[in-house]
């Protein structure tokens, strides 16, 4: 079988996937397309393409293109950077909690009264993972370590290991007033577009803080701006944000209680790594007409 990889070269991915057994051929002459970037560089595709993999977990971007279509099956990396993305997020957590932004910004060891008073701890707090999918499940042994109560969201509402309760998104009820930090994986559909919007951030607990990353548009930045402000939450650890790149000027940047990353939870070092193996099993799959591993389903949007 035979592959193209665009726009991108990344020599390490070919070496794989040759070694696997695979053919490195022209896009007009190949099986699969590997794409590595955005929807403004999609290529038009010939009938010789009989599936694609794009290379990142979050694929919005190319559903509102209307590049994913059901002509050709697609997959997706979804899960596969769980574990890096996994450790981002409790990082981002714990240093919006111990009060990073506020010490490197005033650059004064007379923060010291004002960061005792803020810090908080994750030991016998309750966590909610929204969207606990690849990352959630490597999410929870990481938490669990801290010793805190794990409150895990997922579509189906079938129960996720090592998570201490389980709800299906739909029957989340109190979610928002039962968890003291939230987490969000989710992928971005219609359903899960703004969930994090002025009336979900009033049901939170005062301490409570969102850490975000998973996609942008999760969260209503107006709306998170206005809740670390007045004090509605303690704050917000953000890898993806909407807009994104995020302005500088924005008021995100101004905020003590708020921790921006620019998109880094998973770097392209960790992402060549890490999707060289997903490739082999997805085409292998292919070639036995079974679902790939990270198969894509356009009418589930992702």
């Known amino acids: 079988m035979k592959f193209h990889l665009m726009p991108q070269q990344w020599p390490s991915v070919v070496q794989h996937l040759e070694e696997n057994g695979f053919e490195q051929a022209s896009l007009e002459e190949a099986d699969f397309l590997v794409f590595n970037g955005t929807p403004a ?10 599936w694609v993999q794009l290379c990142l977990a979050g694929i919005d971007g190319f559903f509102d293109a209307g590049i994913i279509t059901d002509d050709r099956r697609w997959a997706n990396a979804g899960g596969i950077y769980g574990r890096t993305v996994a450790e981002s997020a409790v990082a981002l957590l714990l240093s919006q909690l111990h009060c990073h932004v506020l010490v490197a910004r005033k650059q004064t060891w007379d923060t010291k009264e004002e960061v005792d008073q803020r810090t908080a701890w994750l030991y016998d707090k309750t966590v909610a993972i ?14 669990k370590g801290f010793g805190c109560r794990i409150l895990a969201v997922n579509n189906s509402g079938r129960p996720v290991e090592g998570a ?23 992928p971005l559909t219609p359903e899960t577009h703004h969930m994090i919007n002025a009336e979900t951030l009033a049901q939170m607990r005062p301490h409570a803080v969102v850490v975000n990353v998973g996609r942008g548009p999760l969260v209503d930045t107006d709306a998170l701006v206005a809740a670390v402000q007045d004090g509605t939450i303690a704050g917000a650890a953000l890898d993806v944000t909407e807009p994104e790149p995020l302005p500088d000027g924005h008021p995100l940047w101004s905020l003590d209680q708020v921790v921006i990353t620019p998109h880094e939870a998973n770097t392209q070092e960790r992402i060549r790594a890490l999707i060289a193996p997903a490739i082999v ?15 894509v389903f356009p009418e589930k949007g992702y």
Request: aromatic share 8%.
């Open 164 to 186: 201490d309760e389980t709800r299906a998104s739909a029957e989340a009820g109190s979610i928002y007033s039962d968890a003291d930090y939230f987490i969000l994986a989710a």
């Open 130 to 143: 929204l969207g606990a999918g690849g990352i959630g499940r490597d999410l929870i042994p990481m938490l």
């Open 281 to 295: 099993a997805n085409a292998k799959a292919f070639i036995e007409g079974s679902e790939m591993p990270t198969e």
């Open 41 to 50: 560089d999609f290529p038009q595709l010939g009938e010789n393409i009989k």
